[in-house]
């Protein structure tokens, strides 16, 4: 179990204390106009000059490769700051975890790149969860793999240069390639969603018919049933984001509590917190002490747990804001909406029912 001298480390930090003065200094004061218009391409930027996109990379490519733990707590502030420019950046890592264990050709050149922010990584792999149905299926052609069919969900068009698309092949083999996050004949994106959350991501859908990545850009093939069993390892778990923007909420509801002279949202605000720290608590020694691939149904159920907590903080701080909330430009229905957002991101049928159960 995380123990207190652990948690007094993890506190100093210095990728984490970087986090806090970037949310502090640009994320968190910008982050109404951002959920309003588009993610600034100069945000990511920012957040690659700090070093916040190598957090997983090795030192020999300039990365930190900081603690897991390490890593989840960075989450955690960025996405309480500012959800939808977190969110972006939350899917450059598995693109470059996917390069720092490769031996594609392309790594040596693309991957320092990642690491330093001068370029920035999307990912589509959500529609692999659907096997044995292959929305995107790979073949193998002369030269390297041909993709065709449709990715139903990539965030970040027009603010990503590069991507990973992962595809399956007809015998159970997924493979995952490095494009650029361009128009190209044979790829082409919808408009961007207009979602009830998270919009100013830019999420598209992508058109693929007979795209060819070449064997030097092909960065991981394994089994179906192997990758699915590497995916469950996240999916059970709370997303780091969740327990960011519960605790935003949860300070932004004292805030308003001060000014507003109202006694019962400390009230709230406390036995929240108390649920807050509890089940974040067994999160972590969940991640700390006991292999990923055991205690899936208590790991579901902690999951579950948190986002009904993620959801009581920000209805809380709606309600404390009064009509005022309904405002696009306050925070407390902003909030909610990102609840919303998390409630369903990553989410398999098990992870459904799990949360269906806490009703």
């Given at each position: 179990?995380?123990?207190?001298?652990?948690?007094t480390?993890?506190?100093?930090?210095?990728?984490l204390?970087?986090?806090?003065?970037?949310?502090?200094?640009?994320?968190?004061?910008s982050?109404t106009?951002?959920?309003?218009?588009?993610?600034?391409?100069?945000?990511?930027e920012?957040?690659?000059?700090?070093?916040?996109?190598g957090?997983?990379?090795?030192?020999?490519?300039?990365?930190?490769?900081?603690p897991?733990?390490?890593?989840?707590?960075?989450q955690?502030?960025?996405?309480?700051?500012d959800?939808?420019t977190?969110?972006?950046?939350?899917?450059?890592?598995?693109?470059?975890r996917?390069?720092?264990?490769?031996?594609?050709?392309?790594?040596?050149d693309?991957l320092?790149?990642?690491?330093?922010?001068?370029?920035?990584?999307?990912?589509?792999?959500?529609?692999?969860?659907?096997?044995?149905?292959?929305?995107v299926?790979?073949?193998?052609?002369?030269?390297?793999w041909?993709f065709?069919?449709?990715?139903?969900?990539?965030t970040?068009?027009?603010l990503?240069?590069?991507l990973?698309?992962?595809?399956?092949s007809a015998?159970?083999?997924?493979?995952?390639?490095i494009?650029?996050?361009?128009?190209r004949?044979?790829?082409?994106a919808?408009?961007?969603?207009?979602?009830?959350?998270?919009?100013?991501?830019?999420?598209?859908?992508?058109a693929?018919?007979?795209?060819?990545?070449?064997?030097?850009?092909?960065?991981?093939?394994m089994?179906?049933?192997?990758?699915?069993?590497?995916?469950?390892?996240?999916?059970?778990?709370?997303?780091?984001?969740?327990?960011?923007?519960?605790?935003?909420?949860?300070?932004?509801l004292?805030?308003?509590?001060?000014?507003?002279?109202?006694?019962?949202?400390?009230?709230a605000?406390?036995?929240?917190?108390?649920r807050?720290?509890a089940?974040?608590?067994?999160?972590e020694?969940?991640?700390?002490?006991?292999?990923?691939?055991?205690?899936?149904?208590?790991?579901?159920?902690?999951?579950?747990?948190?986002?009904?907590?993620?959801?009581d903080?920000?209805?809380?701080?709606?309600?404390?804001?009064?009509?005022?909330?309904?405002?696009?430009t306050?925070?407390?229905?902003?909030h909610?909406?990102?609840?919303?957002?998390?409630?369903?991101?990553a989410?398999?049928l098990?992870?459904?029912e799990a949360?269906?159960?806490?009703?």
């Amino acid at each position: 179990m995380t123990n207190v001298a652990s948690v007094t480390d993890l506190d100093q930090h210095p990728m984490l204390q970087a986090a806090r003065q970037l949310a502090d200094d640009l994320l968190e004061p910008s982050a109404t106009e951002v959920d309003a218009d588009v993610v600034p391409r100069s945000h990511l930027e920012a957040i690659g000059k700090a070093g916040l996109l190598g957090l997983v990379a090795p030192s020999s490519a300039g990365g930190s490769e900081v603690p897991a733990a390490v890593w989840r707590r960075v989450q955690q502030v960025l996405a309480g700051a500012d959800c939808a420019t977190w969110f972006v950046t939350a899917q450059h890592h598995g693109p470059v975890r996917m390069l720092a264990e490769s031996s594609a050709p392309i790594r040596a050149d693309l991957l320092p790149q990642l690491v330093r922010g001068e370029l920035v990584a999307g990912t589509a792999f959500a529609h692999l969860r659907g096997w044995p149905d292959r929305p995107v299926e790979a073949t193998r052609v002369e030269g390297g793999w041909r993709f065709r069919g449709m990715a139903p969900w990539y965030t970040g068009w027009g603010l990503n240069d590069v991507l990973s698309l992962g595809g399956a092949s007809a015998d159970g083999e997924v493979v995952f390639g490095i494009v650029n996050a361009r128009p190209r004949p044979g790829l082409i994106a919808s408009a961007p969603m207009r979602m009830a959350a998270m919009t100013s991501t830019q999420t598209v859908r992508l058109a693929l018919d007979n795209v060819v990545i070449p064997d030097s850009h092909i960065v991981q093939r394994m089994p179906i049933q192997e990758w699915l069993r590497m995916d469950q390892r996240q999916t059970v778990n709370v997303n780091p984001g969740v327990f960011g923007v519960a605790a935003a909420a949860l300070r932004k509801l004292r805030e308003l509590s001060s000014k507003a002279d109202l006694p019962a949202g400390f009230g709230a605000a406390d036995r929240l917190s108390s649920r807050l720290a509890a089940v974040q608590a067994r999160s972590e020694e969940l991640h700390e002490s006991v292999s990923l691939d055991e205690a899936h149904a208590e790991r579901l159920s902690v999951r579950a747990e948190a986002q009904r907590v993620l959801v009581d903080a920000t209805t809380a701080l709606v309600v404390a804001g009064g009509g005022r909330s309904m405002a696009l430009t306050s925070a407390g229905q902003r909030h909610a909406r990102e609840a919303l957002f998390l409630l369903v991101q990553a989410q398999t049928l098990p992870a459904r029912e799990a949360t269906l159960d806490t009703f």
